[in-house]
C-alpha cells in the first residue's frame, strides 16, 4: 500500500516552510536530563549536528563540487530549533549564507535534520520529531544542487532519520517510531513522494538506537538493545544487519537470512552479548573496509551517569573478517555522548576524528578534538594530530560526511558542556586543517576562518 501526498500539504506550506537566508552559522544548544551533581546533565553542549543516530547530515557531491550539509540552528537569543541547510563550495573555498528551511517550534536537538541528494541533484531534507508530539516534514529542493528554496513533500512522524539514496532504486529509510519503546523500522520509495508503509526492522524489549551506512547498494545496520528497567540508560548488546536489495530480505555479516521483525535480545543478529559483561554500548559509526565488511566504532561504558565514577569509557572495534569478529581498542573517552567519526581510505588508513581528549569542562559532553590513525586495520592506533587546544568550549559530536571530500572531512559544533552558551560551527580537513564557519557575515558569501 502507497501512502499518497495529501493535497491539504500545499496549504501547510506556507506555515511550515520559511526559505529565508541566514546572516551566518550559530548552532543551537542542548540539554537531556539534569543530573543534579557537578556535571549537571547526563549530556549538553552545542549540538547542532547531534545524534549520530541521524545520517547523513553532509554529502559531498562531485557533479557540484560541494559539500552540502544541514544542522541544527538557533533563533537568537532563544534555544529554538531551526533547520538549516548550506553548502562549502570546494571551488572557491567559500560559504553561503545559510538558509533556514523551517522553525521547528521546539529547543530539542532530537529533532536535527537529515540529508539526501536523489539521482537528478534534488535536496532531501527528512525533519525528525523526538516521538510523537510533534510532526515530522519532508522537503525536496526545487532545483539540483540549490539550497535556495524547498517544497514541502511530506508532514508524517518519524524519529532518528537515516535516509539512503541508491542509484536506480530509490530512498531506503531506515527510522524510529515510538510506540512501547523505540522500534527500527525502514520504507521505501522510488521517487520520495510516494512511500511503502513502514515495515518494522526490530523491537525487543523497551526498543533500540542504531548507525547505519552505505556499502555500494548494500544497507548496514549496527544496533543496541534497552532492557528494563532503565531501558535507553541501560543500551546494550551489540547487533548487525544487511540488506542488498531495499529491504526485501536482511542477512547478518556471515550472509545468514534473518526473519525480520526481530523481537527478543537473543536474535540471530546479536555478535556480542555485552549485558553478561556488565556494560553498557554507545554506537558511534560503521564502516566497511577495502573487501567490503563491516566494521563498527562503538563506546563501552559501566553506566550511564557522567563522572569518573563509569570509567574506563573505551573506544572499540568490531571488524568482521569474513570468518568471525574480531575486537579491537582504540582509545578512551571521559564521556558517554563523546562522539567521533570513523574512516577507511583507499590507501589502506583508518582513521578516527573526535573529543577523545579531556576538554575545558572535564566530564562533560565532548573536549578537544583528536585524530587517531592505525595501518594495520585497527589493530594498533597511534595520536596523529591534535587538532583543537585551549578552546573556551567543548568541541561535540564530529561527523563524517558522505563521500567525503579531503577539504570537508569532518563536521562540528562547539558549546559549554554545563551551561547554556553559544555554540559555533567547525570542518575540517583530511590532514587537519581546521575552519570556523563565520558567525556573522556581512556578505553574501564568504571564506570560513581557519584556525589550524
Given at each position: 500500500?502507497?501512502?499518497?501526498l495529501?493535497?491539504?500539504?500545499a496549504?501547510?506550506?506556507?506555515?511550515?516552510t520559511?526559505?529565508?537566508?541566514?546572516?551566518?552559522?550559530r548552532?543551537i544548544?542542548?540539554?537531556?536530563?539534569?543530573?543534579?551533581?557537578?556535571?549537571?546533565?547526563?549530556?549538553?553542549?552545542?549540538?547542532?549536528?547531534?545524534?549520530?543516530?541521524?545520517?547523513p547530515i553532509?554529502?559531498?557531491?562531485?557533479?557540484?563540487?560541494?559539500?552540502?550539509?544541514?544542522?541544527?540552528?538557533?533563533?537568537?537569543?532563544?534555544?529554538?530549533?531551526?533547520?538549516?541547510?548550506?553548502?562549502?563550495?570546494?571551488?572557491?573555498?567559500?560559504?553561503?549564507?545559510?538558509?533556514?528551511?523551517?522553525?521547528?517550534?521546539t529547543?530539542?536537538?532530537?529533532?536535527?535534520?537529515?540529508?539526501?541528494?536523489?539521482?537528478?541533484?534534488?535536496?532531501?531534507?527528512?525533519?525528525?520529531?523526538?516521538?510523537?508530539?510533534?510532526?515530522?516534514?519532508?522537503?525536496?529542493?526545487?532545483?539540483?544542487?540549490?539550497?535556495?528554496?524547498?517544497?514541502?513533500?511530506?508532514?508524517?512522524?518519524?524519529s532518528?532519520?537515516?535516509?539512503?539514496y541508491?542509484?536506480?532504486?530509490?530512498?531506503?529509510?531506515?527510522?524510529?517510531?515510538?510506540?512501547?519503546?523505540?522500534?527500527?523500522?525502514?520504507?521505501?520509495?522510488?521517487?520520495?513522494?510516494?512511500?511503502?508503509?513502514?515495515?518494522?526492522?526490530?523491537?525487543?524489549?523497551?526498543?533500540?538506537?542504531?548507525?547505519?551506512?552505505?556499502?555500494?547498494?548494500?544497507?548496514?545496520?549496527?544496533?543496541?538493545?534497552?532492557?528494563?528497567?532503565?531501558g535507553?540508560?541501560q543500551?546494550?548488546?551489540?547487533?548487525?544487519?544487511?540488506?542488498?536489495?531495499?529491504?526485501?530480505?536482511?542477512?547478518?555479516?556471515?550472509?545468514?537470512?534473518?526473519?525480520?521483525?526481530?523481537?527478543?535480545?537473543?536474535?540471530?543478529?546479536?555478535?556480542?552479548?555485552?549485558?553478561?559483561?556488565?556494560?553498557?554500548?554507545?554506537?558511534?559509526?560503521?564502516?566497511?573496509?577495502?573487501?567490503?565488511?563491516?566494521?563498527?566504532?562503538?563506546?563501552?561504558?559501566?553506566?550511564y551517569?557522567?563522572?569518573?565514577?563509569?570509567?574506563?569509557?573505551?573506544?572499540?572495534?568490531?571488524?568482521?573478517t569474513g570468518?568471525?569478529w574480531v575486537?579491537?581498542?582504540l582509545?578512551?573517552?571521559?564521556?558517554?555522548?563523546?562522539?567521533?567519526s570513523?574512516?577507511?581510505?583507499?590507501?589502506?588508513?583508518?582513521?578516527?576524528?573526535?573529543?577523545?581528549?579531556?576538554?575545558?569542562?572535564?566530564?562533560?559532553?565532548?573536549?578537544?578534538?583528536?585524530m587517531?590513525?592505525?595501518?594495520?586495520?585497527?589493530?594498533?592506533?597511534?595520536?596523529?594530530?591534535?587538532?583543537?587546544?585551549?578552546?573556551?568550549?567543548?568541541?561535540?559530536?564530529?561527523r563524517?560526511?558522505?563521500n567525503?571530500?579531503?577539504?570537508?572531512?569532518?563536521?562540528?559544533?562547539?558549546?559549554?558542556?554545563?551551561?547554556?552558551?553559544?555554540s559555533?560551527?567547525?570542518?575540517?580537513?583530511?590532514?587537519?586543517?581546521?575552519f570556523?564557519?563565520?558567525?556573522?557575515?556581512?556578505?553574501?558569501?564568504?571564506k570560513?576562518?581557519r584556525?589550524?
Open positions: 500500500m502507497k501512502l499518497a495529501p493535497f491539504l500539504l496549504a501547510l506550506a506556507c506555515a511550515q520559511l526559505n529565508t537566508k541566514d546572516d551566518g552559522y548552532g544548544w542542548y540539554f537531556n536530563q539534569p543530573s543534579g551533581d557537578r556535571y549537571v546533565y547526563k549530556y549538553s553542549g552545542g549540538f547542532a549536528t547531534y545524534p549520530q543516530q541521524h545520517a553532509a554529502i559531498y557531491s562531485k557533479e557540484a563540487n560541494k559539500t552540502f550539509f544541514c544542522y541544527g540552528g538557533t533563533v537568537e537569543g532563544k534555544r529554538e530549533l531551526l533547520h538549516m541547510v548550506s553548502y562549502y563550495d570546494h571551488s572557491t573555498g567559500e560559504v553561503p549564507r545559510p538558509t533556514i528551511l523551517l522553525n521547528k517550534q529547543e530539542d536537538a532530537h529533532d536535527n535534520p537529515t540529508l539526501s541528494i536523489d539521482g537528478q541533484g534534488h535536496l532531501w531534507i527528512f525533519s525528525s520529531a523526538h516521538g510523537t508530539s510533534r510532526p515530522s516534514y519532508l522537503h525536496r529542493s526545487r532545483k539540483p544542487y540549490s539550497i535556495d528554496a524547498f517544497d514541502l513533500i511530506l508532514k508524517t512522524n518519524f532518528y532519520p537515516q535516509p539512503w541508491v542509484a536506480g532504486e530509490g530512498f531506503l529509510f531506515l527510522h524510529t517510531r515510538y510506540g512501547g519503546g523505540r522500534g527500527l523500522n525502514w520504507m521505501t520509495s522510488l521517487n520520495g513522494r510516494e512511500w511503502s508503509e513502514p515495515q518494522l526492522l526490530a523491537h525487543a524489549e523497551q526498543g533500540h538506537y542504531q548507525v547505519s551506512w552505505p556499502d555500494g547498494g548494500r544497507i548496514g545496520t549496527a544496533f543496541d538493545v534497552h532492557p528494563p528497567p532503565l535507553l540508560n543500551r546494550t548488546n551489540l547487533y548487525y544487519l544487511e540488506t542488498r536489495d531495499m529491504g526485501r530480505t536482511w542477512r547478518t555479516a556471515q550472509g545468514t537470512r534473518v526473519d525480520v521483525p526481530l523481537r527478543s535480545m537473543d536474535n540471530p543478529a546479536l555478535i556480542r552479548d555485552f549485558r553478561k559483561e556488565g556494560l553498557l554500548v554507545y554506537l558511534k559509526d560503521l564502516q566497511y573496509d577495502a573487501r567490503h565488511r563491516p566494521v563498527i566504532l562503538f563506546l563501552t561504558s559501566k553506566g551517569q557522567s563522572g569518573p565514577a563509569n570509567d574506563p569509557r573505551v573506544l572499540m572495534l568490531a571488524r568482521w570468518q568471525e575486537w579491537t581498542r582509545t578512551t573517552a571521559d564521556h558517554n555522548y563523546d562522539h567521533g570513523f574512516y577507511i581510505e583507499e590507501n589502506g588508513t583508518w582513521r578516527f576524528i573526535g573529543p577523545a581528549a579531556g576538554g575545558p569542562q572535564p566530564y562533560g559532553t565532548g573536549g578537544e578534538i583528536e587517531w590513525t592505525s595501518r594495520d586495520e585497527g589493530r594498533t592506533w597511534t595520536l596523529a594530530k591534535r587538532l583543537t587546544q585551549n578552546s573556551p568550549y567543548s568541541h561535540t559530536y564530529v563524517r560526511p558522505l567525503a571530500h579531503p577539504g570537508f572531512y569532518a563536521f562540528w559544533a562547539d558549546g559549554n558542556a554545563f551551561a547554556p552558551s553559544e559555533r560551527l567547525y570542518f575540517a580537513g583530511r590532514e587537519g586543517s581546521v570556523q564557519l563565520p558567525a556573522r557575515m556581512s556578505a553574501e558569501r564568504e570560513p576562518r584556525i589550524r
